[in-house]
């Protein structure tokens, strides 16, 4: 895989979090996502690739005109505390990554999944997700 950090795919994982596959949506809803927590800034420029079933796959550049703090309806909930990888059903990063990023606690040994604050919710459906984007993407 392409082993982005975990801050650089929360927009994609937020997305499966609080809304599913949106399909070609996700990509408007990450992109929102960004924009609401602020990591735009003026010159930045921002690529999205996305892999969906079959042989779609798509790549997105975008380079910021300004700086952009704008609260997108969508994502007021995060607004000023942006989601971190405790917060998902389930880890993005691997297990021997554990302990490198921010928002990892420590390691479920029988299950090799980050230990969560979310009172043992999981959605394997986000994972299989993850895995088939990350999968394409290698």
């Known amino acids: 895989?392409?082993?982005?950090?975990?801050?650089?795919?929360?927009?994609?994982?937020?997305?499966?979090?609080?809304?599913?596959?949106?399909?070609?949506?996700?990509?408007?809803?990450?992109?929102?996502?960004?924009?609401?927590?602020?990591?735009?800034?003026c010159g930045q420029v921002i690529m999205q690739a996305g892999v969906g079933g079959g042989m779609k796959?798509?790549?997105?550049?975008?380079?910021?005109?300004?700086?952009?703090?704008?609260?997108?309806?969508?994502?007021?909930?995060?607004?000023?505390?942006?989601?971190?990888?405790?917060?998902?059903?389930?880890?993005?990063?691997r297990k021997e990554d554990v302990g490198t990023l921010t928002g990892t606690k420590e390691i479920d040994e029988n299950q090799g999944a980050v230990k969560k604050t979310n009172h043992g919710v999981t959605n394997s459906h986000a994972a299989a997700a993850a895995a088939a984007a990350a999968a394409a993407a290698a």
Do not use: Q
């Open 1 to 41: 895989g392409m082993r982005l950090p975990a801050d650089k795919m929360m927009p994609s994982f937020a997305n499966l979090k609080d809304y599913g596959n949106t399909s070609s949506s996700t990509t408007w809803y990450s992109f929102a996502y960004i924009e609401t927590v602020g990591d735009v800034k």
């Open 57 to 93: 796959a798509g790549i997105n550049i975008w380079r910021a005109l300004r700086d952009i703090k704008d609260v997108h309806p969508a994502w007021a909930c995060v607004a000023e505390t942006r989601y971190t990888e405790a917060d998902l059903p389930r880890p993005i990063t």
